[in-house]
Protein backbone atom coordinates (compact mmCIF):
# COMPACT_ATOMS: atom_id res chain seq x y z
CA UNK A 1 0.00 0.00 0.00
CA UNK A 2 3.33 2.95 0.51
CA UNK A 3 3.95 2.74 -3.74
CA UNK A 4 2.33 6.53 -5.01
CA UNK A 5 1.75 7.56 -8.01
CA UNK A 6 1.36 11.24 -9.65
CA UNK A 7 1.25 14.02 -12.62
CA UNK A 8 2.36 16.84 -11.56
CA UNK A 9 1.49 19.60 -14.49
CA UNK A 10 -1.72 21.38 -13.61
CA UNK A 11 -4.65 21.31 -15.51
CA UNK A 12 -8.23 22.95 -15.76
CA UNK A 13 -10.90 21.58 -13.41
CA UNK A 14 -11.38 17.75 -14.07
CA UNK A 15 -14.95 17.96 -14.46
CA UNK A 16 -15.00 20.38 -17.14
CA UNK A 17 -12.50 18.16 -19.67
CA UNK A 18 -14.15 14.74 -18.55
CA UNK A 19 -17.61 13.69 -19.46
CA UNK A 20 -17.62 10.17 -19.11
CA UNK A 21 -16.46 7.41 -16.24
CA UNK A 22 -14.19 5.99 -18.86
CA UNK A 23 -12.16 9.41 -19.33
CA UNK A 24 -12.16 10.27 -16.32
CA UNK A 25 -10.42 6.78 -15.17
CA UNK A 26 -8.07 6.94 -17.90
CA UNK A 27 -6.70 10.45 -16.92
CA UNK A 28 -6.33 9.52 -13.03
CA UNK A 29 -4.42 6.18 -14.17
CA UNK A 30 -2.18 8.30 -16.12
CA UNK A 31 -1.66 11.04 -12.98
CA UNK A 32 -1.24 7.04 -11.03
CA UNK A 33 1.26 6.06 -13.78
CA UNK A 34 3.14 9.35 -14.09
CA UNK A 35 3.87 9.89 -10.21
CA UNK A 36 5.36 6.40 -9.85
CA UNK A 37 8.29 7.41 -12.34
CA UNK A 38 8.77 10.44 -9.97
CA UNK A 39 9.40 7.89 -6.75
CA UNK A 40 13.25 8.47 -7.43
CA UNK A 41 13.55 11.59 -6.20
CA UNK A 42 12.27 10.63 -2.95
CA UNK A 43 13.08 8.35 0.10
CA UNK A 44 10.23 8.40 3.46
CA UNK A 45 10.10 7.21 6.66
CA UNK A 46 6.95 5.38 8.17
CA UNK A 47 6.02 4.89 11.83
CA UNK A 48 3.22 1.95 12.04
CA UNK A 49 1.40 1.17 15.26
CA UNK A 50 -1.04 -2.01 15.80
CA UNK A 51 -3.21 -2.77 18.73
CA UNK A 52 -5.80 -6.16 18.50
CA UNK A 53 -9.41 -5.11 19.49
CA UNK A 54 -12.36 -6.79 20.74
CA UNK A 55 -15.83 -6.33 18.87
CA UNK A 56 -16.33 -3.19 20.73
CA UNK A 57 -13.14 -1.86 19.85
CA UNK A 58 -11.44 -1.65 23.28
CA UNK A 59 -7.48 -2.22 23.22
CA UNK A 60 -6.79 -5.79 24.06
CA UNK A 61 -3.40 -6.04 23.16
CA UNK A 62 -0.42 -3.70 22.00
CA UNK A 63 1.88 -5.05 19.68
CA UNK A 64 5.53 -3.65 19.03
CA UNK A 65 5.74 -0.55 17.09
CA UNK A 66 7.73 -0.22 13.84
CA UNK A 67 9.83 2.48 12.15
CA UNK A 68 10.62 1.42 8.36
CA UNK A 69 12.68 3.65 6.03
CA UNK A 70 12.41 2.95 2.16
CA UNK A 71 15.69 1.12 0.87
CA UNK A 72 16.97 0.88 -2.70
CA UNK A 73 17.70 -2.49 -3.42
CA UNK A 74 21.25 -2.59 -6.26
CA UNK A 75 18.59 -3.37 -8.86
CA UNK A 76 16.75 0.27 -8.11
CA UNK A 77 13.75 -1.29 -6.83
CA UNK A 78 12.03 -0.19 -3.06
CA UNK A 79 11.58 -1.59 -0.49
CA UNK A 80 11.05 -1.40 3.41
CA UNK A 81 13.62 -2.23 5.89
CA UNK A 82 13.14 -1.87 10.00
CA UNK A 83 15.06 0.73 11.38
CA UNK A 84 13.90 0.32 15.09
CA UNK A 85 11.24 -1.51 16.78
CA UNK A 86 8.76 -0.05 19.53
CA UNK A 87 10.07 -2.72 22.22
CA UNK A 88 13.68 -2.61 22.02
CA UNK A 89 14.46 -5.10 19.70
CA UNK A 90 17.55 -4.88 17.61
CA UNK A 91 16.60 -4.58 14.13
CA UNK A 92 17.37 -6.76 11.06
CA UNK A 93 21.02 -6.44 10.23
CA UNK A 94 20.39 -2.73 10.36
CA UNK A 95 23.85 -1.76 8.74
CA UNK A 96 23.98 -4.31 5.61
CA UNK A 97 22.46 -3.36 2.22
CA UNK A 98 18.83 -2.98 1.13
CA UNK A 99 19.23 -6.30 -0.27
CA UNK A 100 20.00 -8.22 2.76
CA UNK A 101 17.93 -5.71 4.89
CA UNK A 102 14.95 -6.26 2.87
CA UNK A 103 14.05 -10.21 3.39
CA UNK A 104 10.50 -11.45 1.52
CA UNK A 105 8.22 -9.11 0.75
CA UNK A 106 5.88 -8.31 3.87
CA UNK A 107 3.09 -10.93 4.03
CA UNK A 108 0.69 -8.34 5.16
CA UNK A 109 1.41 -6.64 2.03
CA UNK A 110 -1.82 -5.84 0.67
CA UNK A 111 -2.39 -7.25 -3.15
CA UNK A 112 -5.12 -4.18 -2.81
CA UNK A 113 -3.45 -1.06 -5.02
CA UNK A 114 -5.18 1.93 -6.50
CA UNK A 115 -4.33 0.86 -9.84
CA UNK A 116 -5.84 -2.42 -9.65
CA UNK A 117 -8.92 -0.99 -8.22
CA UNK A 118 -8.90 1.63 -11.37
CA UNK A 119 -9.02 -1.59 -13.68
CA UNK A 120 -12.56 -2.36 -12.15
CA UNK A 121 -15.31 -2.91 -13.77
CA UNK A 122 -17.49 -1.23 -11.56
CA UNK A 123 -16.66 2.09 -11.23
CA UNK A 124 -19.06 5.35 -11.70
CA UNK A 125 -18.91 8.46 -10.64
CA UNK A 126 -20.17 9.56 -7.14
CA UNK A 127 -19.41 12.87 -6.73
CA UNK A 128 -18.08 15.57 -9.81
CA UNK A 129 -17.88 19.91 -9.02
CA UNK A 130 -15.28 21.99 -10.01
CA UNK A 131 -14.22 21.69 -6.46
CA UNK A 132 -14.33 17.39 -6.00
CA UNK A 133 -14.46 14.83 -7.72
CA UNK A 134 -15.38 11.09 -6.66
CA UNK A 135 -14.82 7.59 -7.83
CA UNK A 136 -16.69 5.03 -6.49
CA UNK A 137 -15.66 1.19 -6.89
CA UNK A 138 -18.42 -1.52 -6.55
CA UNK A 139 -17.98 -5.12 -5.66
CA UNK A 140 -18.99 -7.43 -8.54
CA UNK A 141 -19.78 -10.70 -7.07
CA UNK A 142 -19.18 -12.78 -10.78
CA UNK A 143 -14.95 -11.90 -10.46
CA UNK A 144 -14.53 -12.97 -6.71
CA UNK A 145 -13.68 -16.15 -7.67
CA UNK A 146 -10.89 -15.08 -10.56
CA UNK A 147 -7.47 -17.20 -10.20
CA UNK A 148 -5.91 -13.90 -10.46
CA UNK A 149 -5.43 -12.91 -6.97
CA UNK A 150 -5.86 -9.02 -8.13
CA UNK A 151 -8.49 -9.14 -9.84
CA UNK A 152 -10.55 -11.45 -7.03
CA UNK A 153 -9.28 -8.66 -4.93
CA UNK A 154 -10.38 -5.84 -6.49
CA UNK A 155 -13.92 -7.46 -7.01
CA UNK A 156 -14.41 -7.72 -3.53
CA UNK A 157 -14.01 -4.30 -2.58
CA UNK A 158 -16.31 -1.05 -1.57
CA UNK A 159 -14.32 1.66 -1.97
CA UNK A 160 -14.16 5.52 -3.18
CA UNK A 161 -11.14 7.69 -4.26
CA UNK A 162 -11.19 10.85 -3.75
CA UNK A 163 -9.55 13.19 -6.80
CA UNK A 164 -7.53 15.98 -7.16
CA UNK A 165 -9.43 18.25 -9.63
CA UNK A 166 -6.16 19.56 -11.04
CA UNK A 167 -3.90 16.88 -10.78
CA UNK A 168 -6.35 14.02 -11.46
CA UNK A 169 -4.54 12.29 -8.69
CA UNK A 170 -6.13 9.90 -6.41
CA UNK A 171 -5.96 12.02 -3.16
CA UNK A 172 -7.63 9.72 -0.56
CA UNK A 173 -8.73 5.83 -0.36
CA UNK A 174 -11.21 4.61 1.73
CA UNK A 175 -13.87 1.47 1.90
CA UNK A 176 -14.02 -1.71 2.92
CA UNK A 177 -13.76 -5.29 2.12
CA UNK A 178 -17.35 -6.71 1.69
CA UNK A 179 -16.15 -10.16 0.25
CA UNK A 180 -13.04 -12.85 0.37
CA UNK A 181 -11.53 -12.41 -2.98
CA UNK A 182 -7.89 -10.91 -1.34
CA UNK A 183 -7.76 -13.91 0.99
CA UNK A 184 -4.49 -16.20 0.52
CA UNK A 185 -2.17 -18.50 1.74
CA UNK A 186 0.66 -16.77 2.82
CA UNK A 187 4.29 -18.24 3.61
CA UNK A 188 6.35 -15.87 5.73
CA UNK A 189 10.02 -15.54 6.44
CA UNK A 190 11.33 -14.72 9.98
CA UNK A 191 14.42 -12.86 10.96
CA UNK A 192 14.55 -12.68 14.32
CA UNK A 193 14.90 -16.42 15.63
CA UNK A 194 11.60 -17.55 15.86
CA UNK A 195 10.77 -21.10 15.76
CA UNK A 196 9.37 -21.56 12.01
CA UNK A 197 6.11 -21.21 11.87
CA UNK A 198 3.40 -24.43 11.34
CA UNK A 199 0.19 -24.75 9.95
CA UNK A 200 -1.35 -22.69 7.56
CA UNK A 201 -0.85 -19.19 7.53
CA UNK A 202 -3.02 -16.31 5.80
CA UNK A 203 -2.59 -13.01 4.36
CA UNK A 204 -4.39 -10.68 6.78
CA UNK A 205 -7.29 -9.03 4.30
CA UNK A 206 -10.39 -10.92 5.49
CA UNK A 207 -13.79 -9.76 4.76
CA UNK A 208 -14.62 -6.89 6.83
CA UNK A 209 -11.15 -5.25 6.47
CA UNK A 210 -11.52 -1.40 6.51
CA UNK A 211 -8.95 0.91 5.05
CA UNK A 212 -8.49 4.99 4.87
CA UNK A 213 -5.11 6.10 2.78
CA UNK A 214 -4.74 9.65 2.91
CA UNK A 215 -2.17 11.01 -0.01
CA UNK A 216 -0.16 14.66 0.24
CA UNK A 217 1.37 16.65 -2.37
CA UNK A 218 5.17 16.81 -1.50
CA UNK A 219 6.60 20.24 -3.67
CA UNK A 220 9.74 20.07 -5.23
CA UNK A 221 12.52 22.05 -2.81
CA UNK A 222 15.27 21.85 -5.85
CA UNK A 223 13.84 24.26 -8.49
CA UNK A 224 12.16 21.41 -10.10
CA UNK A 225 8.82 20.93 -10.02
CA UNK A 226 8.35 17.90 -12.33
CA UNK A 227 9.95 16.05 -9.78
CA UNK A 228 6.88 17.10 -6.91
CA UNK A 229 5.17 13.42 -5.68
CA UNK A 230 2.59 12.73 -4.04
CA UNK A 231 2.77 10.02 -1.61
CA UNK A 232 0.37 7.94 1.11
CA UNK A 233 1.54 10.27 4.54
CA UNK A 234 -1.57 8.56 6.64
CA UNK A 235 -3.18 5.42 6.62
CA UNK A 236 -5.41 3.35 8.93
CA UNK A 237 -6.59 -0.71 8.48
CA UNK A 238 -8.76 -2.87 10.67
CA UNK A 239 -8.14 -6.25 9.60
CA UNK A 240 -10.22 -8.90 11.08
CA UNK A 241 -8.29 -11.63 13.05
CA UNK A 242 -9.57 -15.01 12.37
CA UNK A 243 -11.04 -16.70 15.47
CA UNK A 244 -8.54 -18.78 17.25
CA UNK A 245 -5.09 -17.20 15.29
CA UNK A 246 -2.40 -17.02 17.60
CA UNK A 247 0.59 -15.28 15.54
CA UNK A 248 0.87 -12.60 13.84
CA UNK A 249 3.94 -11.90 11.24
CA UNK A 250 4.61 -7.81 10.16
CA UNK A 251 7.88 -7.05 8.76
CA UNK A 252 9.13 -10.44 9.59
CA UNK A 253 8.84 -10.75 12.98
CA UNK A 254 6.36 -13.00 14.41
CA UNK A 255 3.95 -12.19 17.80
CA UNK A 256 1.65 -14.31 20.08
CA UNK A 257 -1.90 -13.32 19.76
CA UNK A 258 -4.22 -13.69 22.93
CA UNK A 259 -6.26 -16.93 20.94
CA UNK A 260 -8.91 -16.88 23.81
CA UNK A 261 -10.94 -13.49 22.59
CA UNK A 262 -13.15 -13.62 19.74
CA UNK A 263 -14.37 -11.34 16.97
CA UNK A 264 -10.81 -9.79 17.08
CA UNK A 265 -9.59 -7.13 14.53
CA UNK A 266 -5.86 -5.71 14.09
CA UNK A 267 -6.05 -1.59 14.45
CA UNK A 268 -2.77 -0.63 11.97
CA UNK A 269 -2.56 3.31 11.85
CA UNK A 270 0.58 4.50 9.82
CA UNK A 271 2.55 7.94 9.27
CA UNK A 272 4.47 8.51 6.83
CA UNK A 273 7.43 11.52 6.26
CA UNK A 274 8.63 12.14 2.86
CA UNK A 275 12.78 14.06 2.00
CA UNK A 276 13.29 14.86 -1.46
CA UNK A 277 17.06 13.62 -2.87
CA UNK A 278 18.71 16.50 -2.84
CA UNK A 279 20.93 17.83 -6.25
CA UNK A 280 24.64 16.70 -4.71
CA UNK A 281 22.44 13.35 -3.07
CA UNK A 282 23.00 9.90 -3.75
CA UNK A 283 19.49 7.38 -4.63
CA UNK A 284 20.90 5.52 -1.46
CA UNK A 285 18.60 5.47 1.86
CA UNK A 286 19.73 1.58 2.69
CA UNK A 287 21.92 1.86 6.43
CA UNK A 288 22.41 4.31 9.30
CA UNK A 289 25.37 5.29 10.91
CA UNK A 290 27.14 2.79 13.25
Not at 11 to 34: E, F, G, I, M, R
Not at 164 to 175: K, S, V
Request: include cysteine; glycine fraction near 6%; hydrophobic fraction near 35%.
Amino acid sequence: MRSVAVFLLAAAPACAQVTNVSALVAKVQDAWKANQERATHWSWTTSETRSVRDAAGREIQHLPDVTVESAVRSDGSRCNAVLSWGDGMPPYKVNEDADVRCGSPDPNAAPLRIDALLKSSKITIAERSPARIVLAIHHDRKLVGNPQTEVSCTASVEATLQIDPATYFPARMEGKLVDSGCEGEAKPELHYGETPLTGRSRRMLHKGTMFRVDYEFQQDKFGKPENSYWIATAQQWSRPLVNGASFMVYFNRSFRLEPKVKDRAVLQISKTTAKEFGVESQTRFDTIAK
